[in-house]
């Protein structure tokens, strides 16, 4: 599976959620099966453009917003593994 399509299917998750809609919710405002929002999540199926331009209407974003890498992750988690990363190079400087 391509990593475009992982953070696309995660991307789309995590604004689904962040939205507060269930599944069902999105089939309804995208105009779509609530199976075909079960099988992009898990990955078995690719949406089409214009699919892809109704969920982002539905969500309230940008359709490249869903293509992004690693939007689904909060900015907390990102300072918290910069923090770690740095705190372990420091620590291997000192300790030289």
């Known amino acids: ?15 689904r959620e962040k939205k507060g809609f269930s599944q069902s919710d999105l089939a309804v405002q995208a ?12 990955g ?7 699919t892809i331009e109704r969920f982002a209407e539905a969500l309230g974003i940008h359709p490249a917003d869903l293509f992004l890498r690693a939007s689904s992750r909060s900015n907390a988690d990102i300072r918290s593994e910069l923090k770690s990363s740095i705190n372990s190079i420091i ?6």
Not at 2 to 14: E, H, P, W
Not at 44 to 50: G, L
Not at 91 to 96: E, G, H
């Open 1 to 15: 599976m391509s990593s475009v399509f992982d953070d696309f299917r995660m991307n789309l998750k995590f604004y």
């Open 31 to 42: 105009n779509c099966s609530n199976a075909l929002i079960g099988n992009i999540e898990a």
């Open 44 to 50: 078995r199926v690719k949406p089409s453009f214009d």
């Open 91 to 96: 620590d291997k400087i000192i300790v030289n």
